[in-house]
């Protein structure tokens, strides 16, 4: 097996077991949700996107810190490794969000046979009220693209800054936009959100999500395989 194969076998094997686990815990609280509903005659909105979106970000994070030493160290290049993880995270996203928005399906077909009275809450939402699966699966995946994007840009910036650097950073951030958030008149903001395009929205979110994924690869083309201030 050649070094790019390896790699690509190596970042793979990673998006399976983070897939495997998140869309376990997806299911388990979807059986959850159906045994409180049906035993209980329970109805009532909740949540099922959680672990989905959390293992994106999981993905995202782990494969910088722990997967992206190994491949170098292993002999691949870091821009073969780059544009590996890239679509392979790509890959992730999109069937992550399939998987959530075929369970989405299953759940708005029994509870239009009115057998199940739980209904669940979607970024499809604020899109189109009642499910259809190709807007809300759409939707989603623009969500999870910008998760993707911002979990890698910050990952990779507490890589390259270092833990201190990075908190200096954070924190500094975190000043200015409490300073911004408390001091503005947002009244104004929010109502352009509330009647703005959502479709514009949603896709500038997942343009803005790819956009930050590729600006990591300038950051990591010449990265240190751990983070700045560590020993190796």
Do not use: C
């Not at 009532?44 to 030493?69: D, E, H, R, S």
């Not at 899109?127 to 994007?149: A, E, I, N, R, S």
């Amino acid at each position: 097996m050649n070094v790019a194969k390896g790699t690509n076998r190596m970042i793979m094997e990673d998006m399976v077991w983070h897939y495997k686990m998140f869309a376990y815990i997806t299911l388990a609280l979807t059986a959850i949700y159906l045994a409180i509903g049906y035993i209980f005659g329970a109805a009532f909105p909740t949540t099922l996107f959680g672990p989905m979106y959390g293992g994106i970000i999981a993905f995202a994070i782990v494969g910088i810190v722990n997967v992206y030493p190994v491949a170098i160290g292993m002999g691949s290049t870091r821009t073969q490794f780059l544009k590996s993880f890239y679509l392979i995270s790509v890959w992730m996203v999109v069937v992550a969000i399939t998987t959530l928005n075929l369970i989405y399906l299953i759940m708005d077909l029994l509870h239009q046979y009115g057998s199940l009275g739980v209904t669940f809450y979607s970024a499809g939402a604020l899109y189109v009220k009642d499910f259809h699966f190709f807007p809300y699966l759409w939707t989603d995946l623009m969500v999870g693209f910008f998760l993707l994007g911002l979990s890698l840009f910050i990952t990779v910036g507490w890589l390259r800054l270092g833990m201190r650097n990075f908190l200096i950073l954070f924190f500094g951030l975190s000043v200015v936009l409490t300073l911004v958030l408390t001091q503005v008149d947002w009244s104004l903001f929010v109502e352009w959100i509330m009647k703005a395009n959502k479709t514009v929205l949603f896709i500038v979110s997942g343009v803005l999500g790819l956009g930050l994924m590729l600006a990591t690869y300038p950051m990591m083309k010449n990265a240190p395989l751990v983070m700045k201030g560590r020993k190796s």
